[in-house]
Nanobody, 120 residues
Framework: QVQLVESGGGFVQPGGSMRLSCVAS????????MRWYRQAPGKERELVAA????????NYTDSVKGRFTISRDSARNTVYLQMNSLKPEDTAIYIC?????????????WGQGIRVTVSS
């Protein structure tokens, strides 16, 4: 079955940087669009960044534009999130997702999530 494993999280001070990685395995349809979501304590899950299967287009939520960069390996379902100038408000569980079409509707395979804590 499809499995996504995130790594690279942890504790960082405000203004610092962190790079998250997500490796997907078991997906047999080739490369796929991938996304990073996050969920802060007591808040709803939100989409942070998205990248096309071919890596040619990316999108970000406004709060991270200019600070976060999503990227991927060209021929594998491996995605990264480079986070710079981190703020306490970025503290959340970060969840990687791989998107696939199932009977014409988009379905997300989800990672387990990884903690990012931004604090002094």
């Amino acid at each position: 079955q499809v499995q996504l494993v995130e790594s690279g999280g942890g504790f960082v001070q405000p203004g610092g940087s962190m790079r998250l990685s997500c490796v997907a395995s078991g997906y047999e349809r080739g490369i796929a669009p991938m996304r990073w979501y996050r969920q802060a304590p007591g808040k709803e899950r939100e989409l942070v960044a998205a990248i096309r299967a071919d890596g040619t287009s990316t999108n970000y939520t406004d709060s991270v534009k200019g600070r976060f960069t999503i990227s991927r390996d060209s021929a594998r379902n491996t995605v990264y999130l480079q986070m710079n100038s981190l703020k306490p408000e970025d503290t959340a569980i970060y969840i990687c997702a791989l998107q696939t079409l199932v009977f014409g509707s988009w379905h997300n395979y989800w990672g387990q999530g990884i903690r990012v804590t931004v604090s002094s």
